[in-house]
């Protein structure tokens, strides 16, 4: 997988300085670039459903992204921010601080649009909340097709990517790819498809660091995105979980070593795996942190203690769709009841 440098200027706020940093981008299978970090949107589940942005706070949060750096955020359809990422662009375009082909905005079809012919309509809705011309990367967000009322669809994730690939066709879409399959699901869009994934978006963090499917993916061309890149490092789902914390040994030794802070370790290791992080947070100082890592690099035996905390553990396992035959993960014996269905 080629590996292009470019630089971005990366703003220090408290001090009032500038500093250039070199931010790596992957080559895709279509020969367009992917910043090598992205900005996560996705702002929650709750018991009213999607956790949406209040005062425009989303908006003003990938603003400031893009005055530190970032050129790369990840949204869908489902986490309804493609209007407030949209906006921000716009607005930094018209402020002369960016140009429209300086960012990447990667966002995703929803399960209840899975048919051939929904498919085009839906990345029509999102171009428009985005007020864009284009999308850099669509992605089928799941393998599973929903109707819907939410019950579960006879659809063939196979039409669904049919109707991705009509889309880069259209030109609508730069670039088109996968989330959350798995290798034997990718396998069969790799073998039945007409263009090949350009990347997929699955959970690598220290617990989980599918080391197999990310060499896999690789291996053919498929950059690999990593969701939920800090793991146990942060509270899951309101409390704490097992794993690693901010204060483990081993990460606070490497971390001490380069002057960094644990997260910003975390992320470096994604890095080094050539695994393109997509970190959340709305909080400045965390913002400018997250993207402060492409100064130093790990040691490959560096590398290897943190692959050492590999415990196999997903956060995201929505077992509420184990029964679809289109499931990608292991099913556990006492699923949660699905969120998208009010009783």
Known sequence: M???????????????????????????????DMPAIGLGTYLGFDQNGVVTSKNKQLRDVVMRAIDVGYRHFDTASVYETEQEIGEAVKMKVEEGVVKREDIFITTKLWNTQHRRTEVAQAINDSLKKLGLDY??????????????DYSHSDVDFMETWRGLEDAQRMGIVKGIGLSNFNKQQLERVLKEGTIKPDAIQIEVHLQNVQKEM???????????????????????????????????????????????????????????????????TVNPKRLEENINIFDFTLTPDEVEKINGFDTHTRYTLPSFWQNHPYYPFDKVDNPIADPFIKV
């Open 2 to 32: 080629a590996v292009c440098a470019r630089l971005l200027v990366l703003s220090l706020w408290g001090l009032g300085l500038a500093s250039t940093m070199e931010v790596p981008s992957l080559k895709m299978n279509n020969g367009r």
């Open 214 to 280: 990310v060499e896999f993916c690789q291996s053919e061309g498929v950059v690999v995105m990593g969701y939920s890149p800090f793991g146990s490092l942060v509270a899951r789902h309101g409390s704490t979980v097992e794993g690693p914390k901010m204060d483990d040994p081993v990460l606070s030794s490497i971390a001490q070593k380069y002057g960094k802070t644990t997260p910003q370790i975390v992320l470096r290791w994604q890095i080094e795996r050539k695994v393109v992080p997509i970190p959340k």
């Open 135 to 148: 999308i850099d990367l669509y992605l089928m967000h799941w393998p599973i097709g929903l109707n819907a």
